[in-house]
């Protein structure tokens, strides 16, 4: 541990356990196993204090995971540690656990309870939801954005231009100092959103191009550092504080935009969600259209009611601040499993109705 590096410094010299002279970390793994269950549980018997509880989880968890935890839980960390560990199943099998636990996981979480790790855990999108904060309290103008806006919006983008031009003269491109890129791509994208040259939605595929990005680097064996990598490492790393620095401003300009636009672990989780076994609903007899989902949700995920599977992060916003208790956290695995053992003359089950008075 670096003392020059405090507060940022881990509490323990250590991992707390070491199996075949091979540090295992195991308090992030109790802690992910009790994040689910309070969500599971004192979350669920207290709907009410459901986001208040949300914010208390998310405080531990950043106190966690930069005070203790050892194992990289950046933004391309997880990526990056889970397929070093495949690489070392079968020859290295305690060392192999140690890169595989934490990904495999938040894999498992997600899909059993959904991608609560994004919603919940992830210290980077707590990080963000602070900016989301202070973003919420800034006067905004209505009618779109005005002159002085948008030649502020393009000396940013000017100053991205350069930014890039600077770094890749200075350094190997996308290799030292990567997360600069990164960073810096994501202002660009929140000025071109902001400026309505590109539309949000479809820019959310670059997530895809991210974790592409990162899974080469790995396979070429090629050293990546990210966001928040910084608190993570003994070493200083000043380009992954400052990316983070970024990362903070840009959730000023819009929210979650590192969720949105470049993350490439939230895209593998969105992917998964698809598949998972608990999913909000909106139930057609309650849902009256009235759009305070649209506005509760910090992604943007819902339109209309209707809910994008691989953008929602599972934070239960859209189901606590529904005035008409519209939508619904549904087991489908459950409804899955119901219907196959349902007689073949059976009807579908249909949305269930308000009690009448």
């Given at each position: 541990m670096q003392p020059e590096r405090e507060p940022l410094g881990k509490i323990f010299d250590v991992p707390f356990l070491s199996l075949d002279s091979t540090s295992v970390e195991m308090a992030s793994l109790l802690f992910l196993f009790l994040v689910v269950l309070v969500i599971g549980t004192v979350a669920g018997a207290w709907p009410r204090q459901r986001q208040r509880i949300r914010r208390?989880?998310?405080?531990?968890?950043?106190?966690?995971?930069?005070?203790?935890?050892?194992?990289?839980?950046?933004?391309?960390?997880?990526?990056?540690?889970?397929?070093?560990g495949l690489t070392l199943v079968g020859s290295a099998y305690t060392e192999s656990f140690y890169w595989l636990a934490l990904p495999v996981l938040a894999?498992?979480?997600?899909?059993?309870?959904?991608?609560?790790?994004?919603?919940?855990?992830?210290?980077?999108?707590?990080?963000?939801?602070?900016?989301?904060?202070?973003?919420?309290?800034?006067?905004?103008?209505?009618?779109?954005?005005s002159r002085l806006e948008i030649v502020a919006l393009a000396l940013v983008c000017a100053g991205f231009i350069a930014l890039l031009i600077w770094v890749g003269v200075k350094k190997k491109l996308f290799i030292e100092d990567s997360s600069l890129h990164w960073a810096a791509m994501l202002l660009l994208l929140c000025c071109l959103v902001l400026a309505g040259v590109i539309d949000d939605v479809p820019s959310r595929k670059l997530r895809a191009f991210s974790l592409l990005a990162i899974v080469l680097t790995v396979v070429s064996h090629s050293v990546v550092t990210s966001p928040m990598h910084f608190a993570f490492t003994a070493r200083d790393d000043p380009a992954s504080a400052l990316s983070t620095l970024v990362i903070l401003v840009a959730g000023t300009l819009v929210l979650r935009a590192w969720c949105r636009y470049l993350c490439p672990w939230g895209h593998v989780l969105g992917f998964l969600h698809r598949f998972s076994r608990l999913r909000i609903l909106p139930d057609p007899a309650k849902c009256t259209r009235c759009g305070v989902c649209n506005t509760s949700c910090a992604v943007e995920a819902i339109d209309h009611g209707v809910i994008r599977t691989e953008h929602c992060q599972f934070c239960y916003a859209c189901?606590?601040?529904?005035?008409?208790?519209?939508?619904?956290?549904?087991?489908?695995?459950a409804e899955r499993v119901g219907r196959g053992k349902a007689p073949a003359h059976a009807e579908m089950p249909q949305p269930r109705e308000s009690p009448s008075a």
């Amino acid at each position: 541990m670096q003392p020059e590096r405090e507060p940022l410094g881990k509490i323990f010299d250590v991992p707390f356990l070491s199996l075949d002279s091979t540090s295992v970390e195991m308090a992030s793994l109790l802690f992910l196993f009790l994040v689910v269950l309070v969500i599971g549980t004192v979350a669920g018997a207290w709907p009410r204090q459901r986001q208040r509880i949300r914010r208390v989880v998310q405080a531990v968890s950043f106190v966690v995971f930069y005070y203790i935890v050892y194992s990289c839980l950046g933004v391309f960390g997880m990526i990056r540690n889970g397929l070093y560990g495949l690489t070392l199943v079968g020859s290295a099998y305690t060392e192999s656990f140690y890169w595989l636990a934490l990904p495999v996981l938040a894999i498992a979480v997600t899909l059993l309870h959904g991608p609560v790790f994004c919603g919940w855990i992830c210290p980077t999108g707590s990080l963000q939801d602070v900016s989301g904060w202070l973003r919420k309290r800034l006067p905004r103008r209505l009618g779109g954005l005005s002159r002085l806006e948008i030649v502020a919006l393009a000396l940013v983008c000017a100053g991205f231009i350069a930014l890039l031009i600077w770094v890749g003269v200075k350094k190997k491109l996308f290799i030292e100092d990567s997360s600069l890129h990164w960073a810096a791509m994501l202002l660009l994208l929140c000025c071109l959103v902001l400026a309505g040259v590109i539309d949000d939605v479809p820019s959310r595929k670059l997530r895809a191009f991210s974790l592409l990005a990162i899974v080469l680097t790995v396979v070429s064996h090629s050293v990546v550092t990210s966001p928040m990598h910084f608190a993570f490492t003994a070493r200083d790393d000043p380009a992954s504080a400052l990316s983070t620095l970024v990362i903070l401003v840009a959730g000023t300009l819009v929210l979650r935009a590192w969720c949105r636009y470049l993350c490439p672990w939230g895209h593998v989780l969105g992917f998964l969600h698809r598949f998972s076994r608990l999913r909000i609903l909106p139930d057609p007899a309650k849902c009256t259209r009235c759009g305070v989902c649209n506005t509760s949700c910090a992604v943007e995920a819902i339109d209309h009611g209707v809910i994008r599977t691989e953008h929602c992060q599972f934070c239960y916003a859209c189901v606590d601040r529904c005035p008409n208790a519209g939508l619904n956290v549904v087991d489908v695995w459950a409804e899955r499993v119901g219907r196959g053992k349902a007689p073949a003359h059976a009807e579908m089950p249909q949305p269930r109705e308000s009690p009448s008075a």
